[in-house]
């Protein structure tokens, strides 16, 4: 009996020790590092189920619709979206990473230093393509300094923006920018830097009736603009799309009655024309309010029905569902087209000091990089337009800091007719900030 107990002891110890010598390795295991991905323990707020099924009872083929029950519990998942409305705060925010420990070209981070050679070209001699209301040398503006600054990003020498070249490897290419008024500013910097010279425009073709870009009836501009350069077949071209929604009649016979906003189709100018482009650059955000919505009569569409969710009618979370819809479709058509990059472009920041359009707001400041001159961080500001991308092959042209530091350049309270009234401070003057953003895009293809 003595010799049974003797030997139950034995055993419990050796049990003990070999469940102490377990616990130590499982904790030297956890020291070394997590054998899970940290990718798979980061929530992604609205990210699109890649394995998501259709609605068994959808009568529509289109990959994108998506059951409103799912949708809702990623849209409730998500969080609020980034404010943009300038408070007295530094700009630059937080410096979350030194220069020592970035690696590469970093185009988000990086700083705004003078270079007496800009602007890339003058608004007087690109008249053709620039809106009067943006080019501010035709204004009542007086200081131009704003011109005089240049993008350096962290990590690497950006190439100076020369024309001819350019042209040269975009040769047989169409590049499209599809957005709202931002992105035509965007396509109008293009055009005028592309074209720099101003001594000859007979190279440029107007070839807007190959994409249907005509002028409708009673409309006050065309749905968009598409020039070809002769010399190198390179294309050019943007197209209106504020929401990147597709916008359908209610009824055909009366456009005016209003529009189905189908939160889950991308435009149908994207499916018809996709293969055509070599580049596309998207944005969308500063319609996404209920005053643009009303004043166009567009009403909420998913699955092809008016929108019953209460969740996704939330402006900011229907634009997250729609611009993850459309990237996610994107994403999906890539490998057929292995010739186009896609780039969405995060958002332009407004500057409103002191309240907002209606109110009183104003951008009077004349002095450069007043907040500072100089962006790093780890993330995107735009957090939504970041979120939206992310686990595709698509690129963010991450524009939001380094333009938030820039609110001089504004069209501000400058016209063509010099009348006091509402001042500007979303678009931006031309030459100007824009013209960084297609260096940065340049500099990417």
């Not at 950006?158 to 070249?165: E, G, N, R, S, V």
């Not at 293009?190 to 994409?211: L, R």
């Not at 482009?277 to 009569?297: E, M, P, Q, S, Y």
């Not at 400058?414 to 824009?434: A, E, F, K, M, N």
Request: contains cysteine.
């Amino acid at each position: 009996m003595r010799l049974l107990i003797v030997n139950g002891l034995r055993f419990r110890h050796l049990r003990l020790a070999i469940l102490a010598i377990c616990a130590v390795f499982l904790l030297w295991k956890w020291e070394k590092g997590s054998p899970y991905s940290p990718d798979l323990l980061r929530p992604e707020p609205l990210a699109l189920n890649r394995n998501t099924s259709m609605d068994e009872g959808s009568s529509s083929s289109d990959p994108l619709v998506r059951s409103v029950a799912e949708v809702g519990k990623e849209v409730t998942a998500a969080p609020p979206p980034l404010t943009i409305i300038h408070k007295a705060k530094d700009a630059t925010g937080k410096k979350e990473t030194s220069p020592s420990e970035k690696k590469g070209c970093d185009y988000r981070n990086g700083r705004w230093v003078p270079d007496d050679r800009r602007p890339l070209y003058s608004g007087l001699k690109c008249k053709r393509w620039l809106s009067e209301s943006w080019n501010c040398k035709l204004t009542q503006r007086k200081d131009f300094t704003y011109e005089k600054f240049r993008w350096q990003p962290e990590g690497c020498e950006m190439p100076t923006f020369q024309a001819a070249q350019f042209l040269r490897r975009m040769q047989d290419k169409t590049i499209a920018y599809v957005g709202d008024s931002l992105g035509r500013q965007m396509f109008q910097s293009m055009m005028c830097m592309v074209a720099a010279s101003g001594k000859d425009h007979s190279d440029v073709e107007d070839v807007g009736s190959n994409y249907g870009l005509a002028l409708a009836r009673r409309a006050k501009r065309p749905g968009g603009w598409a020039y070809r350069f002769r010399s190198t077949n390179t294309t050019i071209l943007y197209y209106w799309s504020a929401t990147l929604c597709d916008l359908e009649p209610l009824r055909l016979s009366n456009p005016a009655a209003g529009y189905a906003m189908h939160l889950d189709r991308p435009p149908s100018f994207l499916k018809k024309n996709l293969h055509r482009f070599h580049v596309l650059v998207l944005n969308t955000g500063h319609h996404w309010n209920r005053g643009k919505l009303k004043a166009n009569k567009w009403e909420m569409y998913v699955s092809g029905a008016p929108n019953i969710n209460g969740k996704i009618a939330v402006i900011w979370k229907a634009k997250n569902f729609t611009v993850h819809s459309v990237m996610k479709w994107l994403d999906g058509q890539l490998p057929s087209y292995p010739h186009l990059k896609v780039f969405y472009r995060s958002l332009s920041p407004r500057h409103f000091f002191n309240g907002e359009w209606n109110t009183g707001g104003t951008c009077d400041n004349k002095a450069p990089l007043s907040k500072g001159n100089t962006v790093f961080q780890n993330h995107s500001e735009d957090a939504d337009a970041e979120g939206a991308v992310r686990g595709t092959r698509i690129k963010l042209l991450d524009i939001t800091a380094l333009s938030r530091l820039r609110d001089e350049g504004h069209i501000s309270r400058y016209s063509i007719r010099g009348t006091t009234g509402v001042q500007d401070c979303l678009h931006w003057c031309l030459p100007g900030v824009p013209d960084t953003w297609n260096e940065i895009l340049a500099a990417q293809l």
